[in-house]
């Protein structure tokens, strides 16, 4: 079936399950080595860095999984201003970042006017870098706004592309169809698309697993961000079990396989999970890393799991430490937009 996978990139739902369940650490070798090569062939040794900056954890949704959830008194919430982010950008300017990632939870605040602003702001002062935005979902007139004003990508996980398996980690008034017309919608307005899931969330079962792969297969996104679930004490999946750093690497490899120009994080909760995540990560064919560019002040409150990593290797100053971690194994951390190949080129 590996073999397979290599050679035609696809997979059935039934494949997809028995290559998860049946898995070892031999299979597991395999996979990573052939992902190893499938990414060398389109990247080479290079692994790109996108800056992150965490703008609000004020989020109007309830995802049960989530510790910046609405409902969760405890959290102290805070939003920056657009001279704040702007002052993250010049400081991620000078370590060598090309990309900024806006993430947030859904804040209503950021309007489509003051998001625009705010990404043709940085659109005109740092004009060879790429601005990626993760605020979740929004209506296509939105999304057409901040395309408009020269955003690049979007991150939108799609969380679980079962809709049993959406409705058990979500609300009911939060709608899988919702999610995904988004994300077909970003994908019309020519934005670069990252969709993906969490590995081990509760109710997860390898069927889910399996159809989130064929749904990847068939969405070929640009872009695809999984890690373990991690539970969050103030949440009501709190005293869960997490999910695993070896599944996580296992599907990453898988991935790499299916789409071997697809642009694949070492997540930071893959990070947490495990002290050496952000290497087997690397090792098992991801090929992008995004430290934290929040204000050191904000960035322990954008705890979306329990013990969250935002200081050290893990922070944009660290950059140069994680460097050297990702020489110590072979690979090269580059200063470059680091698009996909295929970049669409779609102007709305
Ligand atoms: N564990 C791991 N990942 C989480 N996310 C949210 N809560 C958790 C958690 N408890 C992920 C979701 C979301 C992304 C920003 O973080 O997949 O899309």
Same mark, same amino acid.
């Given at each position: 079936m590996i073999s397979r996978l290599c050679e035609s990139r696809s997979l059935s739902l039934e494949e997809y399950a028995q290559l998860i369940d049946g898995r070892d650490a031999e299979a597991a070798a395999l996979l990573a080595a052939r992902a190893d090569a499938a990414r060398r062939q389109v990247y080479g040794n290079r692994v790109f860095i996108r800056g992150l900056i965490e #703008? @609000?954890?004020?989020?109007?949704?309830?995802?049960?999984?989530?510790? #910046?959830?609405? @409902?969760? =008194?405890?959290c102290a919430r805070y939003r920056l201003e657009k001279d704040d982010i702007l002052s993250c950008c010049e400081q991620g300017y000078a370590l060598g970042f090309r990309t900024f990632v806006m993430q947030g939870g859904e804040d209503g605040y950021f309007t489509d006017e003051r998001m625009a602003d705010i990404v043709r702001a940085i659109k005109a002062r740092y004009p060879d870098c790429a601005v990626t935005l993760s605020l979740g979902e929004r209506g296509y007139e939105s999304f057409a706004r901040l395309r408009e004003a020269g955003a690049d990508r979007y991150l939108l996980r799609?969380? +679980? =592309?079962?809709p049993a398996h959406y409705a058990r980690l979500h %609300?009911?008034?939060? @709608?899988f169809e919702r999610r995904m017309r988004c994300l077909q919608d970003l994908k019309r307005l020519g934005y670069q698309v990252g969709c993906g899931f969490m590995v081990?969330? %509760?109710?997860? +079962?390898t069927r889910d697993l399996a159809a989130d792969l064929r749904f990847i297969e068939e969405f070929s996104p640009q872009m695809v961000g999984i890690g373990p679930f991690i539970p969050h004490a103030a949440t009501p999946f709190a005293g869960r079990s997490a999910g695993s750093a070896e599944l996580t690497c296992y599907l990453l490899s898988i991935l790499r396989l299916m789409h071997p120009a697809v642009l694949l994080p070492a997540t930071t909760a893959l990070g947490t999970i495990d002290s050496a995540g952000r290497e087997r990560g690397i090792l098992a064919g991801a090929n992008v890393v995004m430290p934290n560019l929040s204000p050191a002040a904000v960035r322990?409150?954008? =705890?979306?799991?329990?013990?969250k990593l935002s200081d050290g290797d893990e922070s944009a100053q660290g950059v140069e430490s994680l460097r050297r971690r990702m020489a110590a194994i072979g690979y090269e951390i580059v200063t470059d937009r680091g698009d996909h190949p295929d970049t669409p080129s779609t102007i709305i």
């Open positions: #703008i @609000s954890n004020i989020c109007k949704n309830d995802c049960l999984y989530c510790g #910046i959830r609405r @409902s969760n =008194a405890g799609h969380e +679980t =592309a079962s %609300p009911k008034e939060m @709608s081990g969330s %509760p109710y997860q +079962t322990k409150k954008y =705890a979306l799991y329990d013990n």
